[in-house]
């Protein structure tokens, strides 16, 4: 069983779209995350969800809006998408609010056309 | 705020050479640190970690890391290189009590057989 789950795997879309991506995880953690890497491979944080509630934002525009419908799942929606979003996203997740355990996800790459 | 710096952007070594990745971070206080690796095309895995205790961390694959307070380092090591250890590496840390990680710009390791 994988334990942090993204879908889809590959994005392409045109600008302007409203896309999704969704991740679940199964090992029962508090805390999930979203993260983004840039084409230089920089990895930045966005998102930071414990139990459902949000408790980091980053500097992150607001056409992304994360919403976690519970524990277990964190899903990041992008509207009026833009070239910069191009990127590969990963979620991830860890037991509690600290930095412990963390788990990966295999990443989204999303491809703004 | 805390923040990474990955010295060697891109390292070319030839099988069975001797590694070391520089990671120095900037922060006052107690940092648990981080050392991930990321195959091309694949997620980031982590290779060890540091919370407390012994300086000298070991992880998977042969990896090792040593942290030095007085320098605010955290660097890599592996003894001898394979063709397998073609990958990006980050190195990250993250305050005790607190969940997010700040990566390093990461560094390109290519081994050529």
């Known amino acids: 069983d994988t334990a942090v789950s993204q879908t889809p795997k590959y994005l392409v879309t045109q600008m302007g779209n409203d896309k999704s991506i969704k991740c679940e995880q199964n090992?029962?953690?508090?805390?999930m995350y979203w993260y983004k890497q840039d084409s230089k491979k920089f990895l930045k944080i966005m998102f930071s969800y414990n139990n459902k509630e949000l408790i980091i934002n980053e500097t992150v525009p607001n056409r992304f809006s994360p919403k976690s419908p519970d524990k277990a799942h964190l899903n990041l929606h992008i509207n009026s998408l833009e070239l910069g979003d191009s990127a590969v996203y990963f979620c991830?997740?860890?037991?509690?609010?600290?930095?412990?355990?963390?788990?990966f996800g295999s990443g989204t790459r999303l491809t703004v056309v | 705020a805390q923040s990474v710096s990955q010295h060697n952007h891109h390292v070319i070594l030839s099988e069975a050479a001797s590694l070391e990745l520089g990671c120095n971070y900037s922060y006052g206080g107690t940092v648990n640190l981080f050392w991930y690796v990321q195959y091309p095309g694949q997620h980031l895995q982590l290779l060890l970690k540091?919370?407390?205790?012994?300086?000298l961390v070991k992880g998977i694959k042969g990896f090792e890391a040593e942290f030095i307070k007085s320098k605010f380092s955290f660097n890599l090591r592996k003894p001898s290189v394979q063709w397998s250890d073609t990958a990006e590496y980050f190195c990250a840390v993250s305050p005790p009590g607190y969940s997010t990680l700040t990566f390093g710009k990461g560094t390109m390791l290519l081994v050529s057989p």
């Open positions: 991830a997740s860890s037991p509690t609010s600290n930095s412990y355990g963390y788990t």
């Open positions: 090992l029962g953690h508090d805390t």
């Open positions: 540091y919370f407390s205790g012994d300086p």
